[in-house]
């Protein structure tokens, strides 16, 4: 983790903001966005940050799609054919997409250009602005692609918040249950009680996993709790990425977190009642989806690319209490066949 | 700089790189090497390194011309295929290109595997395999793409010094050069009395940017002395890549270095005694190219890609003296055509 790296989180950030482009000297803004928020988010910020006017624009397709090593290769162009030099600032505005792809695009462009994140969904404020991971995906394989990379700063701001449909914030909200569940049984509890404000949860979410990325920023040994729910989970979304069912991040995660606790619960790791109550946290407010054989079985195929696997045996970040996790626990094939299967079982398919 | 980033070089270079691949227990080993090493030093290894004979073996071409991001995306989707995890070990055996092509793949590949080089070739012995830059071309301009990442390891044999032709030699002794006038006066003494051991050279040489490297990793200040010549000398190797006339590395960076050394000298940097040293270093022993005015012209547009500039001005690192070097130097374009003429007029154009 770089000393520099810094998260406003602040009713005044736009006026930190501003403070700290001014302090930066940078020989050049660019502020890369996607078609979304470059209508919806970026006005706002002209708007309340002068120094950002200044900034070049890149705009991108909006979705996961467009995580792509061809669409990198467009901005290195664009970057390289403007003569952006290796003092300029990268400013990344929207969410978890344009978190990832630009800052994979700024950590490689001239061996690395500085950057910041101005998340502007609940997924990239409560997890993917911060902690420095980014990457694209390679030929549908989630994230094969990327460097570990801090950014400057992550500025956020609630503001954003308003221009999001209810789907956008349920899929931010994944992030921050899972974050519970593996850190923070509070959390959980005030998630269940659903009276605590959008900001506390964000907030709360964020110093979580700061803590944990500053005891392992390169992901060696307990990062790797973060990725419960996310070994299902990304299979799920490469699976129906680029189709009419392609899910939100945080929804695939859902589901996912929900299937690895069927694991969990298998291996005597969590007791009914803990089962109970995640279940409880997901399967109303998520699209709980039934799989077929065929779909179970080219999700199964998925997961043998997960980057947390050894000698080529599946390994899964798994909680073994509300609150608490333990990564690198391997899981073979017909423990995770069993699972699905009472997955369908409780969702009624 | 890692912790874990150690230069290996004795007589028992092979029996230690066993011994590393025994102890590292990586789920796979993956030789990458060019068609040339392949041949030439694939065989030397695995005959001397039982552990080696068990790696998968990925070929390129060879040739500065493969250093491309499509290049590198082919690898990182056969890596995927084949389903390596992050676990596995990447191996570059050959020469700057390899290194520098390898240590990319390897670490943007699912975030950053381990990987090792074993330098074939005497630049990237000298040179090229220390100090952790990687990075690919883009559209032909010179390391547009990359990351600092140290290797693990590198293990230097000059066992392979013996595979490789006379024009090869005089490319990695370029680097060497640089080394001594950036840094070291006793070097380019030992250089010009050539009565010293090219293992020597090599050994005080990446001594010297080992050095470097340790004050100043991510290349933000101190560092910035190791592209002395290479502000030039990356533009001029940028124009004739791909052409009849292509130029080694250390072949472009001599003619750099001479130009170079000329603006330092019109800045009153260096004296007389001093130039003429550079000179007699470099003339007898490099092919001193004329330019026409074009190309003098397409080289100077090339200037202005590079990663050193700041706001459209050119920076340079330039010395001060033998063995002393500054950097950030402001060089404005009349002083590198005063430079050019200069140069055309010593070596009798």
Chains 1, 2 share one sequence.
């Not at 120094?51 to 467009?66: H, P, R, T």
Request: charged letters at 25%.
């Amino acid at each position: 983790m770089t000393k520099n790296s810094t998260i406003i989180f602040d009713t005044n950030t736009f006026s930190k903001l501003n403070s700290f482009l001014k302090k930066g000297k940078y020989s050049r803004l660019i502020v890369l966005a996607d078609s979304n928020t470059i209508n919806e988010c970026y006005p706002i910020l002209a708007k309340n940050c002068a120094l950002i006017q200044k900034a070049d624009i890149l705009e991108i397709d909006a979705g996961e799609a467009i995580k792509t090593l061809d669409a990198c290769k467009e901005l290195w162009e664009t970057l390289s054919e403007a003569q952006v030099d290796k003092n300029a600032l990268l400013v990344n505005v929207g969410g978890g997409v344009i978190t990832d792809i630009g800052g994979f695009v700024a950590s490689v462009y001239k061996r690395g250009i500085d950057f910041i994140h101005i998340p502007t969904s609940l997924l990239a404020m409560a997890d993917a602005s911060v902690g420095g991971k980014c990457g694209v995906d390679l030929n549908s394989l989630k994230n094969q692609l990327g460097t570990i990379t801090q950014p400057k700063a992550v500025f956020i701001n609630t503001l954003f918040l308003n221009t999001l449909p209810q789907r956008q914030l349920a899929n931010g909200v994944a992030e921050i249950i899972k974050m519970g569940l593996i850190a923070d049984a509070k959390l959980v509890k005030a998630m269940q009680d659903n009276k605590t404000l959008l900001d506390t949860l964000i907030k709360r979410s964020v110093a979580l996993k700061m803590a944990i990325v500053k005891k392992d920023p390169n992901d060696k040994s307990v990062r790797k709790i973060l990725n419960f729910g996310h070994t299902i989970g990304h299979a799920i979304e490469s699976y129906f990425l680029g189709t009419k069912d392609e899910l939100l991040h945080g929804e695939a995660i859902a589901i996912g977190m929900f299937i690895e606790s069927l694991i969990a619960f298998d291996k005597k790791m969590i007791k009914t009642n803990e089962l109970q109550t995640i279940v409880d946290l997901i399967k109303p407010n998520y699209q709980v989806l039934e799989f077929s054989q065929e779909e179970e079985q080219k999700i199964m195929e998925l997961m043998l690319h997960d980057k947390k696997n050894k000698n080529n045996k599946i390994r899964m970040s798994l909680i073994n209490k509300i609150g608490s996790c333990k990564y690198d626990v391997e899981v073979n094939v017909s423990q995770i066949q069993k699972a699905f299967k009472t997955y369908h079982q409780i969702i009624g398919a």
